[in-house]
């Protein structure tokens, strides 16, 4: 079969209703080495987690990025969003990623690889970028979350711009950089488990 799938575009997706996410109250804000090994603890008999990260956008033409300042990790009852201040923090989470057990699924992931490798020196396992589950499957473009809510869900996922170019390095975040941040995460993994890639 040659013919290409088209993805949902801006329009149809604004029609549709609203993608029901993680509540803040599901949310936990990991910033600490202490935080972080009781967070591992709770992951590590996952099989699979939605995986994102977020950088601190830069604005000036020459200016490089020294992201990812957080990585988030959700499951489908609870998101975790890993501030990478702490070398402690920095540090546990480092084994989960090079875990190669546990499948870390998410969009776009090229450049979230590259820069947890230079930032955190981890040699990544497990990864899944689901946009590559989606050409295999016919569809002509890299699909995103938002792409893929759409056609798996018939669901809007919203993404808000403020939240997306705000400042990810700040020691405190917003609830809603949280909630951005982790239902990113979330929202790729209930894709991942729609597609029926878990068995």
Known sequence: MNERLATPDKEAIALLQPFVGLALSQIQLVASAEHARQALQDLANEPVLGFDTESKPTFARNEASDGPHIVQLATARQGYVFQLLDAGCRQALAQLLESPSIIKAGF????????????????????????????????????????????????????????????????????????????????????????????
């Open 108 to 199: 776009g992931l090229g450049d979230d690889r590259r820069r947890i490798v230079s930032k955190l020196g981890v040699d990544l396992q497990g990864v899944l970028d689901l946009n590559t589950v989606f050409h295999q499957r016919g569809y002509r473009k890299d699909m995103g979350v938002r792409g893929a809510v759409a056609l798996v869900f018939n669901q809007r996922f919203l993404k808000s711009r403020k939240a997306t170019t705000s400042n990810w390095a700040n020691p405190r975040l917003t609830p809603s950089q949280l909630s951005y941040a982790a239902n990113d995460a979330y929202a790729a993994l209930r894709v991942y488990e729609a597609l029926g890639l878990g068995g």
